[in-house]
């Protein structure tokens, strides 16, 4: 589960730090799937990276999956991230020399522990990449490429999948087929969703949509 309270996020110096971002509350149930829903530059991004751990809040507390990320030393932050959060970027991220097995094993690595053996592939076939293993990310087009990500934003099963804006850079078929991927890969999961999008379609898909405006 995810619980953000009394959270402030400013950028820059003191003197000059505008209020980015404020949340009053945001609680999303353990295997809930929120779409989070606002203008661009309304914090959706800021607010996943708060629940990642890649931020720290100005003030509040922010509690994943039962630790509040506050009391942790920022090693352990990043052993927590790398256990429990699965991260979908919008631009994927994938390593341009490494091919689409070795993308999906290389989430495991920062664990400190192995990766389950065959996961990868596991996973690559449930996403319907099972013939694609050994491709370097250039040869698999952007929704395959996305679907790539995906799988390797859920080796380590985790608890919470962020996903920024993930069909943003999709077409309409491809960003359906993720947007699917996501959806049921965490319902077999079990894994609690939230995913930052400004298409009210993709939202509507969620369990839950939450506007960043009524957050505050
Ligand atoms: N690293 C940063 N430094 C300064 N300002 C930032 C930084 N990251 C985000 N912002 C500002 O914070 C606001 C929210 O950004 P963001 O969370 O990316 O919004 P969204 O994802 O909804 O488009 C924007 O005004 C943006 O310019
Ligand atoms: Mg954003």
Excluded at 55 to 75: C, N
Aim: charged fraction near 25%.
């Amino acid at each position: 589960m995810i619980r953000l309270r009394d959270v402030q996020k400013s950028f820059g110096a003191a003197e000059n730090a505008a209020p980015v971002l404020s949340v009053r509350s945001l609680v999303v149930a353990r295997g809930e799937r929120v779409a989070l829903m606002g203008e661009s530059g309304s914090g959706k991004t800021t607010i996943l990276n708060l629940v990642g751990g890649l931020l720290t809040p100005d003030a509040g507390s922010v509690e994943v999956a039962g630790s509040d990320l506050a009391t942790l030393s920022e090693a352990a932050r990043d052993r927590f991230r790398a256990r429990h959060v699965g991260y979908l970027f919008q631009t994927f991220h994938l390593l341009d020399g490494w091919t689409a097995r070795e993308n999906v094993e290389l989430g495991a690595s920062f664990t400190g522990r192995r990766a389950e053996a065959g996961r990868a592939e596991a996973l690559l076939r449930e996403v319907g990449l099972g013939e694609r293993l050994g491709h370097w990310p250039r040869q698999l087009s952007v929704g395959q490429q996305a679907r790539v990500a995906l799988a390797r934003a859920l080796i380590n099963k985790p608890e919470v999948l962020l996903a920024d804006e993930p069909t943003g850079a999709l077409d309409h078929a491809n960003g359906a087929t993720v947007l699917r991927t996501i959806l049921d890969s965490a319902r077999v999961a079990g894994s609690t969703v939230l995913c930052a999008t400004h298409d009210p379609e993709v939202a509507a898909a969620f369990d839950r949509v939450v506007r960043v405006e009524d957050l505050r």
